[in-house]
Nanobody, 124 residues
Framework: QVQLVESGGGLVQTGDSLRLSCAATGRNIDTNLMGWFRQAPGKERESVAAIDWRDTTSYLDSVTGRFTISRYNFKNTLYLQINSLKPEDTAVYYC??????????????????WGQGTQVTVSS
C-alpha cells in the first residue's frame, strides 16, 4: 500500500507562489496516475491537476496557467507549483494516486488513495 505525505503549504499573500510536494513511500509510483485535489471550507473536494506515466497533464479550467503538476520519479515525488495565488485558492491540498497506465484525468473516480493534506491559506 502506498503512503502519501504532502508538504509545502502555508500562509501566503495574494500573488505569491508555492510549491507543494507529495512524497510517496511503499511502492514506486512512476507508472501510476497521480493527482492533486483541494477542499475549501464548506465546499466539496475538487480535482485540480493530474499527470500520467507519459507526463501528460490535465488541469481544472479555473487553475490552468497558474498551476503546474510535475513528478520526479527518482525521488518518488509529486509536485504542484502554484503561481499568482488568490484568496479563493485557500484550501487543504491533497495528493492522490490512481491506477497504473491510466491516462491523465480529473475526478475522484480515477484515484484510490489520498494523503493527509497540507493547508494553503492566501490572505488578501
Amino acid at each position: 500500500q502506498v503512503q502519501l505525505v504532502e508538504s509545502g503549504g502555508g500562509l501566503v499573500q495574494t500573488g505569491d507562489s508555492l510549491r507543494l510536494s507529495c512524497a510517496a513511500t511503499g511502492r514506486n509510483i512512476d507508472t501510476n496516475l497521480m493527482g492533486w485535489f483541494r477542499q475549501a471550507p464548506g465546499k466539496e473536494r475538487e480535482s485540480v491537476a493530474a499527470i500520467d506515466w507519459r507526463d501528460t497533464t490535465s488541469y481544472l479550467d479555473s487553475v490552468t496557467g497558474r498551476f503546474t503538476i510535475s513528478r520526479y520519479n527518482f525521488k518518488n515525488t509529486l509536485y504542484l507549483q502554484i503561481n499568482s495565488l488568490k484568496p479563493e485558492d485557500t484550501a487543504v491540498y491533497y495528493c492522490a494516486v490512481g491506477a497504473k497506465w491510466t491516462p491523465a484525468a480529473l475526478g475522484s473516480k480515477f484515484f484510490d488513495s489520498w494523503g493527509q493534506g497540507t493547508q494553503v491559506t492566501v490572505s488578501s
